[in-house]
Every structure is written in structure tokens, then in C-alpha cells.
């Protein structure tokens, strides 16, 4: 039920993760004055940082921004202008005073956004149907020009015409198989998440919103209704009344509005890193940034593997989309889906499913063989919520006034950080008619048997219970 909000309406959004922090920037952008953002993680102290013990899927080391939609064409539109503010963000972190910058902006790269290309990589002898479609739309676009395949002579060209051309081919794998098909799309790369998500905090900090955060002040452990209003209930006892409440707390999201079970799954993706060392000055160049594009691998082909250049650490990510696992418990009354990390939750888990890792170590033996010596240097898994059909949720919840959903992002969400929260808005205000991400984001059910996976329940092959974890013992590949 849709709640009339006024630029006094006191409203609350629940997660400062990509979702929340959008939304709660552009409320106060759009004239609201009353924007308070609640977390049970205290990300402002941790600044988004992993490796401070914040555990979300916004709160990552780097994060890959794509125009390759398939068919998907307002996707591939938002991402485009979202790609428009990224370089607007670069600029103003640029012309900003290095003691006015986020504690973690103030070290290491003064950039969010890394235009560093992505090469989508067949695992196949021809590119896939989706890399397809994705090509023609571009064309359709106007942006067909920014894309190099690899089997086109002409394409190849242009792009050692634009400096593109060391990126065409960096794991050699027309020199040592024969073969090799692919495209880069010389608008991708990839952003640092947790800077990104810091920035965005302290403009919406800038522009006005409050922040409650922390496992006692900002933790919600309920959400009820009250003379028509959404009330929630933190740990700390304390009971906050809004106008509208936006729940946009990622993995934990249908652990706080049970309405959700039939549209969204809290699932993980398995990610592992490798550490390139500083002295070793061929591979700490090859896997820069300069050298190396974000690549996949695989799409929609069986392979599902990604890996992003190294950051300024010397960390190499490589990520394991395959299968995204689920993690069922008790919450009151529910079985459902929850996330299993390295700090917050009450179970930890740091490992990642056996299958999960030999799919990065395959990747990385068929691709990347000069990295077999280095080993994995880290696993974790990265919690976040699938919809039914991979398309995000921002809506009211049917039959409670005053609240609402803002997730789903089904691990494509963090390149809209910039710009999700302007169409959030529009939706929240109930903006008529309704826009096509009104449309594409409502409240919806599937009368389909398959419905990305949320049909298998705890019963389905999925479930993190049933797989073999993977030991640091494994990390290491064979002789």
C-alpha cells in the first residue's frame, strides 16, 4: 500500500548497502528532509571495508560495471547513464580536498570508476546467443562501435586504432589453443566497491541524511504496523516510528518482511582471490588495471567464472556464478534462506563449496597457468538476494502501509549505485504514469515451475548443508 510522502515525511530505509544509500542520497537530493538510514553494521567507522569485518555484497573489494544486457535493453540504457555519473564522481573526488575525502578515499587511488574494458570470453569455439543479442542491441544503440570481436578484422582494427588491442587477447589463447572468440567492450571496467559505497554515504551525509548504525542502535529485529504506520524495532529496545519505512537490506532482507519468500532468495556466489606480488614486476603489470580488462568466461555456457584486474593491494578477484547457494535456518517461524559469513552472522563461514573452487582453479589453469605457483589466497562467499526472475524489486508491500521492498539486486545491482536511488524515488512517490522501472520493479509472482531456482526450496541441490567445503588445504593446485 503506497504511503502519500511529503518533504517532511519521516522516512527510514533499513541496509546502507548499494540499495539503501542510492535511495536515501536521492530522497535528499529530491527535497526530503527527514532520511534516516539504519544498519546493523556500523559501515561508516569500516568504511565498506571487507577486510574492517563488514560483511555485504556491497561491501567488496571491486565490482565490474557492464553494458552487456542480451535482450534486456533498459538495463543496458540505465547502466549507460549510470556509466555517465561514475566519470561525474571520478571528477568531483578529483577536485575535492584530500582532508575533506572519506578516511578511505584518502589513501591508494583517488578513483572510483576504472574504465579498464571487459572482455567476454567463449569457453566455446563461437560466441553465445546472449553475447549476440547483446551486440545487435548495441548496434541498435548506437554504441556497436566501442565493441572489439575478436574474429572480426575490422573490429580488430579499430581497436589497435584506439589503444584497445593488448586487451584483445591477455590470456594467449590463440597462441596456445588456436582458437579464441570473444568481445570487449571498451566502455566496461570495474569500480572499488567499498570506496564507491563511501562515497555515496558521505554525499548523502552532505546532503542531509542521518545514519544509525551499529549491532545494537541500527540493528532491526522487527517490523510491525501501527495506526496505519510502519514501526521497527531495534536492538537496543528502542521502538522508530516512520511515514515509510524502505527495507533495503540485501541478504537480510526476507529475514525482515517475510512477504518476500515467493520473489526473493538470499543466495551466495563463491569468490576467491589470488595475491600478485609486488616484486614479481611481470605479473604485477600484467594483472594491472593498464593491462588487464575485467574478464568473463563462460556465460551462459557452464562456465560462469569472472575475475577483475588486481587492486592496489596486489589482489587479484576471480568469482564463481555457476551456482548461487543457499543457507536455510529459523527465523521465528519461517525456514528460510539467510547469509552465512566471515563476521556478522552468528554461524561463520569463510570456506566456499569444493565445486565452487575447482571451477576458479580450472579457470585459472586454462587461462591464467603462470598464477598456478601463487596458489588461492583467500575464499569467501558473497551474500546476496536473487529475484524470481533477475530483475530487481522496488515496490510497497501488498497490505502493509507505508512500507517497502528495495532489492533483488540478483548480483548485477552495484553499477547503478549512481543512478538507482533517481528511479527508486519516482517509485516511491508514485509517480504516474508509472515509469518502465516502475513496471519493471513491481511486486510480482511467477506461475512458472522454474523460477530462477526459489522453486527448490531447502530440498533442492543448492543448500550449502549438502556441499563439500572446500579446506585451505585445497588452495593449493597439483603438481
Known amino acids: ?27 535528499a537530493r529530491s527535497g526530503y528532509v527527514d532520511v534516516t538510514v539504519l544498519d546493523m553494521q556500523d559501515t561508516a567507522s569500516a568504511g565498506y571495508d571487507p577486510l574492517s569485518g563488514v560483511d555485504s555484497a556491497s561491501a567488496d573489494i571491486n565490482k565490474i560495471i557492464r553494458f ?37 578515499l584518502r589513501d591508494g587511488d583517488k578513483r572510483l570508476w576504472w574504465n579498464a574494458g571487459m572482455l567476454r570470453m567463449s569457453s566455446e569455439k563461437e560466441l553465445g546467443v546472449f553475447e549476440l543479442e547483446s551486440l545487435e542491441n548495441m548496434e541498435r544503440e548506437g554504441i556497436r562501435e566501442f565493441q572489439f570481436r575478436t574474429d572480426d578484422d575490422t573490429d580488430v582494427n579499430r581497436a589497435k ?20 572468440k570473444a568481445v570487449l567492450d571498451s566502455t566496461a571496467g570495474f569500480v572499488y566497491a567499498y570506496k564507491s559505497c563511501a562515497w555515496a554515504q558521505y554525499l548523502a551525509k552532505k546532503a542531509g541524511v542521518q545514519t544509525i548504525l551499529g549491532p545494537v542502535h541500527g540493528k532491526v529485529l522487527d517490523i510491525v504496523s501501527k495506526n496505519d504506520r510502519p514501526v521497527l524495532y531495534t536492538a537496543d529496545g528502542r521502538e522508530h516510528s516512520a511515514d515509510l519505512v524502505v527495507v533495503a537490506g540485501g541478504g537480510w532482507t526476507p529475514s525482515l518482511v517475510s512477504e518476500v519468500h515467493d520473489l526473493l532468495e538470499t543466495t551466495a556466489g563463491s569468490v576467491a582471490t589470488v595475491q600478485i606480488p609486488k616484486n614479481q614486476p611481470d605479473l604485477w603489470d600484467r594483472f594491472a588495471a593498464e593491462n588487464q580488462p575485467v574478464i568473463s568466461w563462460g556465460s551462459r555456457q557452464g562456465m560462469e567464472v569472472y575475475s577483475l584486474p588486481r587492486d592496489e593491494d596486489g589482489i587479484f578477484k576471480i568469482g564463481w556464478r555457476k551456482t548461487k547457494w543457499t543457507n536455510f535456518e529459523d527465523v521465528g517461524k519461517r525456514r528460510i534462506s539467510v547469509p552465512k559469513t566471515a563476521h556478522v552472522t552468528e554461524q561463520k563461514e569463510t570456506r566456499i ?16 597457468p603462470e598464477l ?25 508491500v501488498p497490505g502493509h502501509p507505508g512500507l517497502a521492498v528495495c532489492s533483488g539486486g540478483s548480483g548485477h545491482g ?15 512517490e508514485g509517480q504516474e504514469p508509472q515509469t518502465v522501472y516502475g513496471q519493471m520493479w513491481r511486486w510480482r509472482s511467477s506461475a512458472e515451475d522454474r523460477r530462477n531456482g526459489l522453486e527448490e526450496g531447502e530440498e533442492g541441490p543448492r543448500v550449502l548443508s549438502k556441499q563439500t567445503m572446500a579446506s585451505e588445504g585445497d588452495w593449493k593446485f597439483a603438481n
Open 68 to 104: 552487456s544486457y542480451g535482450s534486456e535493453i533498459e538495463y543496458q540504457r540505465l547502466a549507460t547513464e549510470a556509466a555517465r555519473m561514475w566519470d561525474e564522481w571520478n571528477a568531483e573526488i578529483a577536485a575535492t580536498p584530500l582532508a575533506e575525502l572519506p578516511e578511505r
Open 1 to 27: 500500500m503506497m504511503a502519500r510522502i511529503t518533504p517532511s515525511s519521516k522516512i527510514i530505509i533499513v541496509g546502507s548497502g548499494v540499495f539503501g544509500i542510492s535511495t536515501a542520497l536521492w530522497l
Open 414 to 428: 552495484f553499477k547503478f549505485l549512481p543512478i538507482l536511488g533517481r528511479e527508486v524515488v519516482k517509485i516511491l
Open 161 to 180: 586504432e584506439r589503444g584497445w588491442a593488448h586487451k584483445l587477447d591477455p590470456c594467449r589463447r590463440e597462441e596456445r589453443f588456436g582458437t579464441h
Open 372 to 396: 598456478i605457483p601463487l596458489g588461492i589466497s583467500s575464499t569467501k562467499l558473497c551474500w546476496y538476494t536473487d529475484s524470481i526472475d533477475n530483475s530487481f524489486v522496488v515496490d510497497f
Open 353 to 368: 563449496p569444493t565445486d565452487a573452487l575447482n571451477g576458479i582453479k580450472q579457470y585459472i589453469e586454462i587461462n591464467f
